[in-house]
């Protein structure tokens, strides 16, 4: 047989455990070269560059065009 626990676990001592289990918000600063809202201590998305280098290629946005369908 499995072991069970011998009494009820509160609701304050169940409460107390998970109060460090909590998410909290990401932090985001803005980039110096281009004012948009980036992770610290990372390279923006946005401009590519970190401290001052260009570290990685800005992405580039893609144009989706609708391809019409041929009548048959």
């Known amino acids: 047989m499995a072991a069970l626990p ?5 609701r304050a001592r169940s409460g107390k455990r998970r ?4 998410y909290s918000p ?13 992770m610290g201590h990372r390279a923006c998305l946005n401009c590519g560059y970190y401290k001052e280098n260009l ?7 893609a ?3 609708k ?6």
Do not use: D
């Open 6 to 10: 011998k009494r009820k676990i509160s």
């Open 19 to 22: 109060a460090s289990k909590r």
């Open 26 to 38: 990401i932090r985001l600063s803005t980039c110096p070269k281009c004012g948009n809202p980036r």
């Open 55 to 61: 570290v990685i290629a800005p992405k580039q946005k």
């Open 63 to 65: 144009k989706v065009t």
């Open 67 to 72: 391809v019409k369908k041929e009548e048959q």
